[in-house]
């Protein structure tokens, strides 16, 4: 949880979260908290982060999932059953391309 938690202000109670709703959300707006770690009998059970840090995280990780389809078709890939542009247009051109 070393990872998770880098300070001590940043574990809230589920009751504290209950309680201090609109508090928590205003300080997480504001930036005044980059996140809250909710404590349910003291152990970690979610974590409360702004919009936009959370928007930051899943644009990384869809980034590192594009890399890791890349870099296995880079490994895969037979030259011998590549096709050239222009036979791939002539098996898949629609028509309207212009």
């Known amino acids: 949880m070393g990872s998770l938690m880098e300070r001590s202000d940043q574990a809230i109670s589920v009751t504290e979260v209950s309680r201090s709703a609109k508090t928590i959300f205003d300080k997480l707006v504001k930036g005044k908290q980059d ?15 702004p919009v ?3 928007e930051a995280i899943m644009d990384e990780l869809e980034d590192l999932r594009i890399e890791a389809v890349a870099r296995e ?4 890939f037979d030259p011998e059953k590549a096709i050239s542009h222009e036979e791939m247009m002539t098996r898949f051109a629609t028509g309207d391309e212009e």
């Open 35 to 49: 996140r809250y770690i909710v404590m349910k009998n003291n152990v970690p059970a979610a974590v409360i982060l």
């Open 52 to 54: 936009d840090a959370f």
């Open 73 to 76: 078709r880079i490994r895969t």
